[in-house]
């Protein structure tokens, strides 16, 4: 997914949260969210920190998904970069290089952050899911992938009180974190069936597992 703001998030960005007691449920507005949203589309901010909190990158686009297993992420700035999820395979083109990386669906997707968006509603055959608090009007959870594969050793979601999803922390095994805060998040449009079908672009490189 990659090329190469309050204290409160840094907390949460690098673990030092300590899990509070509260009424609001996090996990609750997880499982809601996935129940009940079949179809999404959202602008996203994304911001790559080194482990020392140090900003590597920052860039931004748009994403779409749809329930069970489709979903479309556009790289709009600094690069443009287009990954697309059919529930058979996954598709990483890179713009810029003309490249196509092809990998299988059920091992790209497993324990990453669109098996949590775009997946099946059976989240916790993957990620062990833990409450974090309350902090700013925004309910967090911590998933831990179950998988010892996976390139993240956690994801963090922040849920408003309503249950929209607004924020996702994630930070993978080199130690560096990423930060997507989402916007103008609609739940359940109407998408384009051929929005989750790629076709490579003609004289791109294409490289599969």
């Known amino acids: ?80 970069q287009l990954i697309v999820g059919d529930g058979i395979q996954v598709w990483f083109y890179d713009h810029d290089l003309n490249q196509v990386t092809v990998r299988q669906f059920n091992i790209a997707i497993g324990s990453s952050p669109a098996a949590l968006l775009a997946g099946s509603s059976a989240i916790e055959d993957n990620f062990v899911l833990t409450e974090l608090g309350l902090q700013n009007q925004i309910e967090w959870l911590e998933a831990i992938p179950k998988s010892k594969e996976s390139v993240f050793e956690f994801i963090q979601m922040g849920f408003s009180p309503e249950g929209t999803l607004k924020i996702m922390a994630l930070r993978d095994n080199f130690g560096q974190t990423t930060l997507l805060t989402f916007s103008d998040l609609d739940k359940n449009p109407k998408l384009p069936a051929d929005l989750f079908k790629f076709i490579p672009p003609e004289n791109a490189d294409v490289i599969s597992d």
């Open 1 to 80: 997914m990659y090329r190469s703001s309050c204290s409160t998030f840094f907390l949460l960005l690098f673990g030092i949260l300590v899990p509070a007691s509260v009424e609001a449920s996090a996990i609750d507005s997880l499982k809601a969210f996935i129940q009940e949203t079949r179809t999404v589309r959202a602008n996203f901010s994304q911001t790559l920190y080194d482990r020392n909190a140090r900003t590597l990158q920052e860039s931004n686009g748009t994403l779409q998904f749809e329930r069970p297993e489709k979903f479309r992420w556009t790289y709009e700035k600094p690069y443009e």
